[in-house]
T-cell receptor, first 112, second 115 residues
Framework: DAKTTQPPSMDCAEGRAANLPCNHS???????VYWYRQIHSQGPQYIIH???NNETNEMASLIITEDRKSSTLILPHATLRDTAVYYC?????????????FGTGTRLTIIP | GAGVSQSPSNKVTEKGKDVELRCDPI?????LYWYRQSLGQGLEFLIY????????KSGLPSDRFSAERTGGSVSTLTIQRTQQEDSAVYLC?????????????FGPGTRLTVL
């Protein structure tokens, strides 16, 4: 069972920041928050992950609330190529828990 | 370097036939995963390999589904006596299992259509 809740869809204007929320109120202390995205007709692509500190890489930023019950993925300057389904996943990082459990995700549409 | 590759990219078969799907992981990746995505559905885990062994087969939907991996590299997913409900995109991913976090790199998938 997916342990996350995401809005089914969102729109964002091109060039603006896209903020994608995720609720994971039952997250355990040893579970990480991962984000993947799936552009139409392609396999999923890793974006970013974090435990409790905010994280930033070349693709996005991840903001995790202090109680870790929710997080936000931020695409700072959205482009049309960012149109995709975005999946928020929680998982434990130890051997034997390798699989990713995908929920329904958020379909993000970037508007020109 | 090359990413995960899968073949064929598309497969159309008749109900009752057997099909074999192939996955070539990224060189050096010891972990390999199979998922499937039915039309309009999310991704569903099927099976995971660590080397040539499969410690987690919990996602295989029936005994018509089997998978093997030889030489710690290429994997094949076999579906026997295909049914229409087997129609889906079958995705393969690989990762460096021995790192602190396991970023999974996905292939483009094989679209299976069972008529």
């Amino acid at each position: 069972d997916a342990k996350t809740t995401q809005p089914p869809s969102m729109d964002c204007a091109e060039g603006r920041a896209a903020n994608l929320p995720c609720n994971h109120s039952t997250i355990s202390g040893n579970e990480y928050v991962y984000w993947y995205r799936q552009i139409h007709s392609q396999g999923p692509q890793y974006i970013i992950h974090g435990l409790k500190n905010n994280e930033t890489n070349e693709m996005a930023s991840l903001i995790i609330t202090e109680d870790r019950k929710s997080s936000t993925l931020i695409l700072p300057h959205a482009t049309l190529r960012d149109t995709a389904v975005y999946y928020c996943i929680v998982r434990v990082l130890n051997f034997g828990n390798e699989k990713l459990t995908f929920g329904t995700g958020t379909r993000l549409t970037i508007i020109p | 370097g090359a990413g995960v590759s899968q073949s064929p990219s598309n497969k159309v078969t008749e109900k009752g036939k057997d099909v074999e799907l192939r996955c070539d992981p990224i060189s050096g990746h010891t972990a390999l995963y199979w998922y499937r995505q039915s039309l309009g559905q999310g991704l569903e885990f099927l099976i995971y390999f660590q080397g040539n062994s499969a410690p987690d087969k919990s996602g295989l939907p029936s005994d018509r589904f089997s998978a093997e991996r030889t030489g710690g590299s290429v994997s094949t997913l076999t579906i026997q006596r295909t049914q229409q409900e087997d129609s889906a995109v079958y995705l393969c991913a690989s990762s460096l299992a021995w790192t602190a976090y396991n970023e999974q790199f996905f292939g483009p998938g094989t679209r299976l259509t069972v008529l």
